[in-house]
């Protein structure tokens, strides 16, 4: 599945991979925002971990991993 978060202040988004569901990535920003935790942290498919502080979260995007297509489409 793939996140993007965008932070404040910044030209980018961060893109990451992620085998969470949609559920608990949901359930991580909320709590992050909540302001319990203090920052954001999302982990990739390889385990690296990301870690925004939740006051530079500006949005993010939940949605499916593209599948990449081999070949032509008929």
Do not use: C, H, W
Request: proline content about 3%; cysteine-free; hydrophobic content about 40%.
């Amino acid at each position: 599945m793939e996140v993007k978060v965008g932070v404040a202040d910044t030209a980018r988004e961060l893109t990451i991979n992620s085998s969470q569901t949609p559920e608990e990535v949901e359930s991580l920003v909320a709590d992050a925002l909540k302001g319990t935790s203090g920052s954001l942290t999302l982990v990739d498919d390889k385990g690296r971990r990301y870690v925004v502080p939740s006051a530079r979260v500006a949005y993010v995007e939940i949605g499916s991993a593209d599948s990449r297509k081999v070949g032509f489409a008929t």
